[in-house]
């Protein structure tokens, strides 16, 4: 059976089971409860080499339930969605719950901020694809990609994904909602080699809740080839400081670190450097940062957070002033402020494109250093302090002269994104932040 056909990923019969647990909660002497339900199901094939390494089809399911007793809280889960089950899950919270120090902020969000009506997101499109037919499709894309040039030595694989999955929560409030959502995806990563240049790895992948907005196979492939190609040669550049463009694949996790300065439980445990920051200047006024839950078919859309609360569209920053946080409702209450919605996480946090796409950048920029692959996790949220192993291209008279590799870029977050001069229009919206690439002056580049 497909999953298109799959009766167990409708929502009405998780939301029978979110019912039961909150009633189960309820006789265990809880004042206060929610839980949360999924089901979902998948196929995944790797290929390599032509030969098909893994396929594999997944089902799974669970439910989470948390108990409140007063502002004791107890949290337990299960796999097993039997009557039975879910009442020793409800029973184990509850005892759980008992044994807790009391905290002032815990609960469930406010009653008032639960969402009531929601627009329909168009999240779910079952692809229903066969498993020969998955395994075809990475083939092509391997292939394209293997054939491509003759300096496209190795494979490390093409792998098709496809995913369908409802959730549905609830709590004592009176909410209970849920929805399914689908999320396929094909990615190839290939090595490149030619005589001394050394040997060099890039990939290269797309991913869409509905299978007709992939990119195509062959072209997916030919993609990570050109990738690894042109990485061919790569040298070590002299410690310097200067301009530096993040291409947008990259770009996204320089806006990752502006939202983890921004969320509630970095804010109240007083580890941001962004603390009390709100209404104050943290980027140059052009930039704009907004979150967008309601694209249609958009991979971070969403019509409630974690707790119910209704999402909606909102500025994080405006005319560079920080505008708005990340607060769940326990964040929000270890604050003194309310919760924004971001439960569970952002939903499409988008930065304003520019009028530039990537070669106008480079343009602008005039000589410095073109990132397009980040190493390690060099980042204090506490300090701003920045350090990533990187690798990607030297920029002379706006024009890409050779690759580099094996360097470091440091700076402080604080700084970067004060000194973002612009943001290019080749937004990649591949993932839940959207952003085209960031021209960032200032930066140190550490080689040799």
């Known amino acids: 059976m497909s999953q298109a056909q799959s009766p167990e990923l409708d929502p009405k019969a998780l939301e029978a089971v979110v ?3 909150l009633e189960e909660a309820r006789r265990a002497g809880a004042t206060a409860a929610e839980a ?3 089901r979902d199901s998948g196929l995944s094939v790797n290929v390599r080499l032509g030969e098909v390494e893994t396929l594999e089809y997944h089902r799974d399911q669970g439910v989470a339930v948390t108990v409140y007793m007063g502002q004791c809280k107890g949290a337990a889960s299960t796999s097993d969605l039997r009557p039975e089950s879910l009442r020793e899950a409800a029973r184990a919270a509850s005892r759980i719950a008992r044994f807790t120090t009391e905290d002032p902020c815990a609960g469930l969000a ?10 329909d997101l168009d999240l ?3 692809w229903g694809v066969s498993a020969d037919e998955a395994i075809e499709r990475a ?13 496209i030595v190795n494979s490390e694989g093409a792998s098709l994904d496809s995913f369908r999955g409802a959730s549905v929560y609830g709590n004592t409030h009176g909410f209970l909602g849920g ?5 396929h995806g094909l990615s190839c990563s290939v090595l490149a080699s030619e005589g001394a240049g050394g040997m060099q790895r890039d990939h290269w992948y797309t991913v869409a809740r509905h299978a007709g907005d992939l990119e195509d196979a062959a072209a997916v492939g030919v993609r990570a080839a050109d990738r690894a190609l042109r990485r061919l040669g790569g040298r070590r550049l002299s410690t310097r400081r200067c301009p530096v463009v993040y291409a947008p694949d990259v ?31 943290v980027f140059p006024e052009f930039v704009h940062i907004h979150e967008q839950p309601h694209l249609p078919r958009a991979l971070g ?7 119910g609360v209704a999402t909606r569209p909102r500025d994080l920053v405006t005319e560079g002033h920080l505008s708005g946080y990340l607060l769940d409702s326990y964040s929000a209450r270890r604050l003194g402020m309310e919760t924004t919605g971001n439960a569970g996480g952002v939903h499409n946090v988008t930065i304003d494109a520019g009028e530039q796409d990537l070669e106008g950048l480079l343009r602008e920029m005039g000589t410095g250093l073109l990132v397009t692959e980040l190493i390690g996790h060099g980042v204090n949220t506490v300090t701003g302090d920045y350090s990533r192993g990187a690798a990607g291209f030297w920029v002379e008279g706006g024009e890409i002269r050779h690759p580099v590799e094996e360097i470091t870029v440091a700076g402080n977050l604080r700084d970067m994104f004060m000194n973002l001069r612009a943001v290019g229009r080749d937004v990649d919206r591949r993932g839940n932040i959207r952003t085209g690439s960031l021209l960032i002056d200032g930066l140190t580049v550490a080689g040799e």
């Open 139 to 151: 083939r092509i894309c391997e292939a394209a990609a293997r054939e491509r040039d003759a300096r």
């Open 19 to 21: 019912a039961q647990v």
């Open 110 to 119: 406010d009653a008032h901020l639960m969402a009531r009506d929601w627009p």
């Open 36 to 38: 949360a339900a999924s």
């Open 301 to 307: 859309s969403a019509p409630f957070d974690h707790e």
């Open 251 to 281: 770009a996204r996790s320089v806006i990752g670190h502006f939202l983890g300065a921004i969320r509630g439980g970095a804010l109240y445990r007083k580890a941001s450097f962004l603390l009390d920051h709100l209404g104050r200047p």
């Open 179 to 183: 929805y399914v959502t689908t999320r």
């Open 124 to 126: 779910d499109h079952p």
